[in-house]
């Protein structure tokens, strides 16, 4: 078995201090996600749940070593990951997502935050060894294993993750040529010569410390079984993804906040998960950071029609995947690149959207109610952004910030805007229906 390799470059920048990816503030960035239940979690069972979780995904048994200048991933075998018990709810859950982890210690542990009615378990994983759908994926494994220690019948260890694979970026360089990364980035170049106006943004009104209460902040938008059946079929009868009817509506909520008048052009962010792209293509399951991006730049009008805004995103959507800008971008993001091409791979969204896709409902144990599924990756100095993600049937739409740049009052309107837009692409699919 590898017990060591070195760190890909895409990786050492999540690893790096003030590195970026593109728009987005990427060094030592903690990803937390979990599930918040009513009732009591067992800490032996799940720190028990905890090992066998590292014990089937090398990278979370791994640690960050640097020797001679040269970072590397070292596995260690005997490793636990570290389960911290603590009193607390909401309050406590933001002062957790606020706080930057120590990784020296390892890149993989948990939290245990017990309240008087509800219980969450936080997984904290290092954003350089993961990305979002392999951490949701995670999550399901812990409750598989979770409810089956809970009924005796322990599961066996995984072995399809045993391997420290490479980085994505080395992966990548199997499928996509350098000459395929020089082509696209003297079309780059030559867009960036001849581009007209840049996408608007939202104003920066933070004022540059943030709340002291917790700089990061989100606005959840959480919608009831029928209502996510409602948008999927919106989606639907339009011939377009749920994403990007949703990237319409996010574009439309954002639009409402621009004091200028008639059509402006905005641009969505979209962070794009690379497994399909690459040969074999890895499951969700094998814990990596396989996450790059791309962005659909939009012209929207005041009181723009979301439906009609997700078919402009739709179709701006398959064309960057059908060039297969993301793998693209991914490649050439390593490279030192001249100024205007540097500029334009990191134009700044007006929104991101992070979407994770329809996700099973976990397998609970009796004496445990689900209440929802949390996730949380902000870093300060990071754009506004959406994570969206359906445990179930139920969609939840987390719109969030960094304080110091924008302020509640105004990231609260967006997100009263979007939930808005989705009561209206929901009437608009009832009128057809």
């Known amino acids: 078995m590898t017990v060591q390799r070195p760190l890909s470059p895409f990786e050492s920048r999540y690893f790096a201090a003030d590195a970026w990816l593109g728009s987005v503030p990427v060094g030592g960035m ?44 070292e596995v260690d075998e005997d490793w636990a990951p570290p389960l911290e018990e603590r009193t607390g709810e909401v309050d406590e ?124 902040a989100l606005r959840r938008i959480e919608l009831s079984a029928r209502q996510t059946a409602e948008v999927v079929d919106a989606a639907r009868a339009q011939g377009i993804s749920v994403n990007s009817l949703l990237a319409g509506a996010a574009l439309a909520a954002v639009r409402a906040q621009l004091p200028v008048a008639g059509p402006v052009p905005l641009m969505c962010g979209h962070a794009v998960d690379l497994r399909p792209a690459l040969s074999p293509r890895l499951p969700a399951s094998t814990v990596l950071n396989c996450a790059s991006g791309t962005g659909t730049p939009v012209v929207v009008d005041s009181d723009a029609d979301p439906l009609a805004l997700g078919v402009l995103v739709d179709q701006a959507m398959r064309f960057m995947l059908d060039t297969g800008f993301p793998a693209l971008f991914m490649r050439a993001s390593q490279r030192v690149l001249d100024t205007p091409v540097a500029a334009a791979l990191s134009a700044t969204p007006a929104i991101a959207l ?27 100095g990071m754009p506004p952004k959406m994570t969206v993600f359906t445990v179930g049937d139920r969609l939840t739409v987390q719109v969030e910030y960094d304080t110091a740049e924008h302020s509640h009052q105004q990231m609260g309107r967006v997100a009263e805007a979007m939930s808005d837009q989705l009561a209206r692409v929901r009437r608009a699919a009832a009128v057809r229906a």
Do not use: K
């Open 30 to 73: 903690p990803l937390f996600v979990g599930t918040t239940v009513r009732g009591a979690v067992d800490a032996r069972i799940l720190r028990r749940v905890l090992r066998e979780l590292a014990a089937s995904h090398v990278l979370l048994r791994s640690r960050v070593v640097t020797d001679g200048g040269v970072a590397r991933f």
């Open 354 to 380: 992070s979407n994770m896709g329809r996700l099973p409902a976990h397998p609970l144990p009796a004496g445990l109610g689900f209440v929802r599924d949390e996730v949380f990756a902000m870093t300060a």
């Open 93 to 216: 859950y933001w002062e957790l997502v606020n706080r930057r982890p120590r990784w020296d210690g390892g890149l993989f542990g948990a939290v245990l935050l017990r309240g008087p009615v509800q219980t969450r378990i936080v997984l904290v994983i290092h954003h350089g060894i993961s990305d979002g759908r392999s951490a949701f994926a995670l999550v399901d494994e812990m409750w598989r294993r979770y409810s089956a220690h809970v009924a005796g019948s322990p599961l066996p260890l995984g072995d399809s993750d045993r391997e420290l694979v490479g980085g994505v970026d080395e992966l990548l360089a199997r499928v996509v040529s350098e000459a395929e990364v020089d082509g696209f980035l003297a079309q780059v170049r030559a867009e960036a010569a001849s581009s007209g106006q840049p996408p608007q943004r939202l104003p920066v009104d933070g004022d540059g410390a943030g709340d002291p209460g917790g700089r990061l």
